[in-house]
């Protein structure tokens, strides 16, 4: 009897807990589930590598998240934190390229000044100052008094040059009230507008090459500062040199430098620097040195110098440079070597 109450009990636990069993696994999974980490998207990702101040690996997530879209406002929000990041790194060039395609993006694109540094929202601001598109209005009939943001600009057909973002637009014929709309100029792209005398037409904008006025330029002139140390044949002269001048002209600066120990002097430098690398150089600078001798006559060292070496800029706004080459001085009272073997040490400094 007692064997077979006790087989009873074994059977009937079983088979409760047969029945149980799926419903503890199903209720597990979800728990499981759960405790799983989701994914990053790679815009997302790049929003907690800036957080956490990795800037490089930042840009390289975002940099993946802008060929993984063609939504407009995605690519707004991806270069408007790329540009943050640039910004971070002072590095202002790059800062203003990725604003310049948020803006291509979305001409009202914007920042909380509450939340980011003002410096960076001004830059955005300055950027979108400078993008402009092509606004043309026709009028049907024509002849129509037209008005851009309040103002009038004539009759149609009117073709003007405007700034990027929303502008209001206003046609009158005679006495009749003004028929008005609102129109979303691009950078570097035409927007056409068609009134008709009973309604008005707003043209998808159309794609252009940049205008030739307004095509964005990656080179502009800056200020520049210049401190070196001079050495003419190791053991003739050295000199402490100190100099300004503008970065960006063209392709290349100049400078003038002032001579200062232990003779007195100027030194006007035209030079440019080749890239090799993104923080690494290799510049060329032609010379014309002229030195003081007010004990000697005649008392003026003219010569002319041309020299190249190596640049290291780890920052937009500051680098190193070490130069070599050779002057050949016109005249040097009291020396017989005209021809002088050069090398120069220095850094510059850069107005972003």
Known sequence: MTSFRSLTLRLTTTFAVALLLPCVVHAAAPVAAAGQTPKLGKYEAGLKAFNQGDFE????????????????????KIHLMRAQCFAARQDFVRAEEAFARALDANP???????RVDPAVVKMLDAMRGRLSGELVMRSTPEGAQLSLDGKGIGKAPVTLIVGIGKHRLEAQWGKEPPAKAEVLVRARSQTRVEWLQTKVEVVKPLESPPL???????????????????????????????GAGVDGIWIG???VHARLLPKV??????????PIH???????????????????????AVGVGLGAGIEWTPRPWFGLCWLAGFRHYAQYPDRLDLTRFTMSLGLRLKVP
Do not use: H, Y
């Open 57 to 76: 690996a930042a840009l390289k997530a975002l940099d993946a998240a802008v060929g993984e879209t063609a939504d407009s406002s995605t690519l707004e």
């Open 253 to 255: 600066r100049f400078s």
């Open 265 to 274: 002097g100027l030194t006007p430098r035209l030079g440019f620097t080749l």
């Open 108 to 114: 009202e694109a914007s920042l909380d000044p509450s």
């Open 212 to 242: 030739p006025s307004e095509a964005p330029s990656k080179i502009k002139p800056v200020p520049l500062a210049d401190v070196r140390f001079v050495n003419e044949d190791i053991t003739i002269d050295s000199s402490l040199e100190v």
């Open 278 to 300: 993104e923080n690494f150089g290799v510049p060329v600078e032609l010379e014309v040195p002229m030195i003081f001798l007010p004990q000697q006559n005649p008392s003026l």
